[in-house]
């Protein structure tokens, strides 16, 4: 009670067997989806100030299988986070939807015109 008000985010991503044996297979877990960059705030900007409060340093894909918890004292620091929590689990995705059309071999064939 006498620590204030706390808001939370977790984030976890639902996988169905096929997508579970693929984050298996082809050793996922340690992936990085999203890595904080090293921009620096624009002074003038409160949105970029309240942004570089809070930032999720690393997100793996372990992160989103295994689940994610995120608590911050500001509001604008659980919506900086599900941003970049968002965007994690948009790579994600699309590792995903790779990782299971990949046979193995692609031969592509370059022509000069």
Do not use: N, W
């Not at 579970?20 to 297979?25: D, E, I, L, Y």
């Not at 949105?47 to 509001?75: C, N, Y």
């Not at 790579?91 to 059309?101: E, I, N, T």
């Amino acid at each position: 009670m006498l620590g204030g008000i706390k808001f939370q985010l977790t984030a976890r991503a639902k996988l169905t067997e096929q997508e579970s044996a693929a984050v298996k297979k082809y050793k996922m877990g340690e992936t990085i989806l999203y890595e904080k960059q090293g921009e620096r705030p624009d002074p003038g900007s409160f949105m970029s100030l309240a942004r570089h409060r809070f930032m999720v340093p690393r997100i793996q894909v372990r992160d989103l299988v295994d689940g994610k918890t995120i608590e911050a004292k500001d509001i604008l620091e659980i919506l900086d986070a599900e941003e970049q929590l968002t965007d994690a689990a948009k790579a994600f995705h699309k590792m995903l939807r790779a990782a299971a059309s990949f046979g193995g071999e692609t031969v592509l064939t370059f022509t000069d015109e």
